[in-house]
Structures are given as C-alpha cells and as structure tokens.
C-alpha cells in the first residue's frame, strides 16, 4: 500500500506556471507507474499524465501535450507535473494516483492509490 499527498496548486494567472508535487510514502514507490488526474466542478475525473515506473515512458493528454511536464524521482519518492501556459480550462482539482501494474493507464479505475488532491485554478 502506499500514501499520497499532494501540494503545490494555488492560484494562477492565465499564461502562468505552477509545479504540482505529490510524496509518496508506504510500499517501494518505484513499484507503480504514477498518473495525475483532475476533475472541475461537474465534470469527471479526467486523464491527464502518466509516467512509467522508472520514468522511461511519460505520456500526456492531448489537452495539456506540449504545456505539462510530469516526472518522478524514486530515490526521493516523489512525483511532480510541472504546468506552463496554463489556461482556464486547466482550473480543477488534481490528484497523483498510484497503479500497480508495469503498463500506464489513463483510465482513473485502474489506479489503486489516490491522494486528497489539490486544487489549481487559473484566472483569465
């Protein structure tokens, strides 16, 4: 089992960047491919990164290919998705999700492990 918390979100200006972090702690953190997820008010939870377990493979959503970057660091457990250009249709509430499996998925019930999530919100 592992634990998730993330921090990092907050307010932005459209145009602006934040990092979003996300630390993980319990079972071998290099044993899970890791995802970020967001949902906004009244939507569902949508796909929007994945990396593989050693960070070989990344992939993206098309609405954020080219502006988000996510990666990790297994020797400090920790998970990371640098956000440029924001926009604001990027204003949501994100989550790091951990998926015990050796493939990535972009599907939110395929990963085992959530954190509470953090909120990003994007002034126009």
């Known amino acids: 089992q592992v634990q998730l918390v993330e921090s990092g979100g907050g307010l932005v200006q459209a145009g602006g960047s934040l990092r979003l972090s996300c630390a993980a702690s319990?079972?071998?953190?290099?044993?899970?491919?890791m995802g970020w997820f967001r949902q906004a008010p009244g939507k569902e939870r949508e796909f929007v990164a994945a990396i593989t377990r050693r960070g070989l493979g990344t992939f993206y959503a098309d609405s954020v290919k080219g502006r988000f970057t996510i990666s990790r660091d297994n020797a400090k457990n920790m998970l990371w998705l640098q956000m440029n250009s924001l926009k604001p249709e990027d204003t949501a509430v994100y989550y790091c999700a951990a998926r015990g499996e050796v493939t990535t998925s972009r599907y939110a019930s395929e990963y085992l492990y959530w954190g509470q999530g953090s909120q990003v919100t994007v002034s126009s």
């Open positions: 319990g079972d071998t953190f290099s044993g899970y491919t």
